[in-house]
């Protein structure tokens, strides 16, 4: 057994598939600087595991050790100062507790979950989802009201985490279709031959021209899902099926770097047959292109809840 921010866990449990079932996480979800950290430390207690962690710490940062905030939060897991002082753990074995490094700060996330799990372990319910508003509303609040209280903003914490999680694990069975995939097709068809725009949204000032991501923007806004601006945000907004399941209205993207979402510099609509509605870059206009290339990262299927959890700040 080992002691970490006084929580007992299994020593083996660190390695990797544990406590909530071996989740895994979805290809490049993760930036590799911090995937093996994730992994490790997202299996600390059974009320956490990888892909949740990972949710946390991209809604808090979008992955930047840099973060600040306005109510003065720092670094990847977005600490306060007096928090860190009680809970942040040195992850690393360096004789320090250092909120701006992430070998400190996710270990520290993940303890601090732990902990809150343990002060309400005795209430009725999902043992992850009473974390996740003892996080947001505090230990007494849920063993008040045994539960997740009934604030909105504390239901809404819960949903979001719970529901960006999926974006950041490794499906374990077939995706489900969207319900807005062939409207989304349909739209982005109907901008076939429009000429690209850098930094294009489809306005009328821009004469209705678009780049990859607002075409993409567009195309789901218009069956009612509000996508985020940028393609490595889009990324997030469901879970990931694998090459071989595509769909027509799967989002398809293409990175710098294969192990790092982060790093999406394209998107497109998949349509079927290996071809995607694309706009793909000055000088051209959107168009049917072959996805398979040295830079495919992978897909998106996007939800209407997945897209709705996104962060707007990363």
């Not at 977005?78 to 009680?86: L, N």
């Not at 489809?202 to 990859?212: E, H, I, K, L, Y």
């Not at 168009?287 to 830079?295: Q, S």
Request: charged fraction near 15%.
């Amino acid at each position: 057994m080992l002691l970490v921010g006084g929580v007992y866990i299994v020593a083996g449990n660190l390695a990797g598939g544990a406590a909530a079932g071996g989740v895994g996480l979805a290809k490049g979800a993760v930036p590799a600087a911090y995937q093996t950290l994730v992994q490790k430390w997202g299996n600390l207690c059974p009320a956490i595991n990888p892909a949740l962690l990972a949710a946390q710490l991209y809604q808090e940062s979008g992955f930047n050790p840099g973060a600040r905030s306005p109510a003065k939060a720092q670094g990847i897991a977005q600490f306060i100062p007096g928090t860190w002082a009680t809970h942040g753990v040195d992850g690393d074995g360096d004789g320090d507790r250092d909120v701006w490094d992430p070998d400190d700060a996710i270990p520290s996330a993940a303890s601090y979950d732990c902990e809150l799990a343990k002060y309400v372990r005795d209430v009725p319910g999902d043992v992850s989802a009473n974390m996740l508003a003892a996080y947001n509303a505090g230990a007494y609040a849920v063993i008040r009201y045994g539960g997740v209280p009934p604030y909105r903003e504390t239901r809404n914490y819960v949903k979001t985490i719970t529901t960006l999680a999926k974006s950041f694990a490794a499906p374990v069975a077939r995706v489900d279709p969207s319900r807005q995939a062939a409207g989304a097709i349909a739209y982005a068809q109907s901008k076939l031959g429009t000429p690209y725009l850098w930094g294009g949204t489809g306005t009328a000032a821009q004469s209705g021209r678009f780049d990859c991501s607002g075409l993409t923007q567009a195309s789901y806004d218009k069956v009612g899902i509000k996508l985020p601006r940028v393609a490595n945000d889009q990324y997030n907004a469901g879970p990931h099926p694998a090459r071989n399941e595509l769909l027509p209205g799967d989002l398809v993207f293409f990175s710098h770097d294969p192990t790092d979402s982060r790093a999406i510099h394209h998107v497109g609509i998949y349509v079927g047959g290996g071809y995607m509605i694309d706009a793909p870059r000055t000088g051209a206009v959107i168009r049917f292109d072959p996805i398979d290339g040295g830079d495919y990262f992978g897909a998106t299927r996007v939800t209407e809840d997945g897209a709705k959890a996104l962060p707007t700040h990363v």
